[in-house]
């Protein structure tokens, strides 16, 4: 079975332009967690989609937003790109909803110059 | 009080040897958890999933969960350089706000 795949892996962008990013779920996943991770921080949770509908949402301003498809595909949006946006972004999908066993794509990086 | 707890480390173990990694939580009513293995630059990986007390093996891998004393720790037997790497400490959530609560992971060295 293919793994969860997420395009583009490598992004530099400047200050206050948008970026998308996308995510593909293992086939028959039908939720997508996003993350965001910098050095010291952890993974910071930004919100979980499941049966296209949000269903948990973390501490983060308004500018990142996602969705998703019928085909459980995920994208995130982040507008008015910050310096402090620069991260790792990773996509997660469960079977289930998120609170189970969740299988990391290789993430995106992105840089805001 | 944090909700998944992680020494940060590092922890350094010769080869061969066994690595100990710990972490508490404070939902007693917690009932899954995991452990992933982050190398750096990469994502996490799951390498352990474990829902009851007692302990779980899964080859040089075991999980032991403890949740009386709200504890699940990581043991690897015959440590590998290869296992150098950051492990992440999760657990699962219930309800509506079903997600993943991390820990900010423990960094482990082995050395050859």
């Known amino acids: 079975k293919a793994g969860v795949t997420q395009t583009p892996r490598y992004l530099i962008k400047t200050r206050g332009q948008q970026v998308t990013l996308s995510c593909s779920p293992i086939s028959g996943h039908r939720s997508v967690s996003w993350y965001q991770q910098t050095p010291g921080q952890g993974l910071q949770f930004l919100f979980e989609?499941?049966?296209?509908?949000?269903?948990n949402k973390g501490n983060f301003p308004g500018r990142f937003s996602g969705r998703q498809f019928s085909n459980s595909r995920s994208e995130m949006n982040v507008s008015t790109l910050e310096l402090g946006d620069s991260a790792l972004y990773l996509c997660?999908?469960?079977?289930?909803?998120?609170?189970?066993?969740?299988?990391f794509g290789p993430g995106t990086r992105l840089t805001v110059l | 009080q944090k909700e998944v707890e992680q020494n940060s480390g590092p922890l350094s173990v010769p080869e061969g040897a066994i690595a100990s990694l710990n972490c508490t939580y404070s939902d007693r009513g917690s009932q899954s958890f995991f452990w992933y293995r982050q190398y750096s630059g990469k994502s996490p990986e799951l390498i352990m999933s474990i829902y009851s007390n007692g302990d779980k093996e899964d080859g040089r891998f075991t999980a032991q969960l403890n949740k009386a004393s709200q504890y699940v720790s990581l043991l690897i037997r015959d440590s590998q350089p290869s296992d150098s790497a950051t492990y992440l400490c999760a657990r699962g959530g219930a309800g509506n706000n079903r997600k993943l609560i991390w820990g900010l992971g423990t960094s482990l060295a082995v050395n050859p």
């Open positions: 989609y499941f049966s296209e509908t949000q269903r």
């Open positions: 997660a999908s469960s079977l289930g909803r998120g609170g189970n066993e969740q299988f």
